[in-house]
């Protein structure tokens, strides 16, 4: 399964600890071009005023390890609809524990320097069906989590309907 993320980032001036924050800017959809379709986008604006957002390869121990509450830094929770109601589905490659979700770990986007504040845009790009699962009207909620462990707010997009083959 290949997950997509492209990252621009801008340095600033402040150095103040504090949890980063997200703007939604939108949502596409991208036909396949055989009638069904092959992936989403979802676009937002992140900042943070004392830059400690991403993980570098090295930070392999408790809390960032493999298993870990941080090992993920970009929570990303998948929803579909299902008889009027939100859901969080099951990962059928997982079993009936795990619920389908699609984190990310970022690389770390600490500028160097004396001003640590970053400011910048996130396209994420999501399978339309993801571990194989074909959720027709769905939607993502995603929460950027720094080095501190402080938690952005939660963003949640607007529904999308999704065509499958």
């Known amino acids: 399964m290949v997950f997509g993320l492209m990252v621009a980032c801008e340095r600033g001036k402040d150095t103040i600890p504090s949890p980063p924050q997200l703007t939604y800017k939108g949502i596409y959809v991208f036909n396949s071009g055989f009638g069904y379709d092959s992936f989403v986008e979802v676009e937002f604006d992140f900042s943070d005023l004392d830059g400690d957002v991403g993980l570098d390869d090295a930070d392999t121990l408790y809390p960032f390890g493999v298993g ?98």
């Open 68 to 165: 870990d509450p941080a090992a993920f830094n970009l929570l990303v929770y998948y929803q579909d609809k299902k008889g009027g109601q939100w859901q969080y589905p099951k990962n059928p490659l997982l079993g009936p524990k795990d619920t389908l979700v699609l984190h990310q770990r970022l690389k770390n986007m600490t500028p160097t320097g004396k001003n640590k504040s970053i400011s910048g845009r996130f396209t994420l790009v999501i399978p339309a069906r993801p571990y194989t699962y074909r959720g027709d009207s769905v939607r993502y909620e995603i929460q950027l989590m720094d080095r501190a462990l402080h938690r952005s707010q939660k963003i949640l997009t607007p529904p999308i309907f999704l065509q499958h083959p």
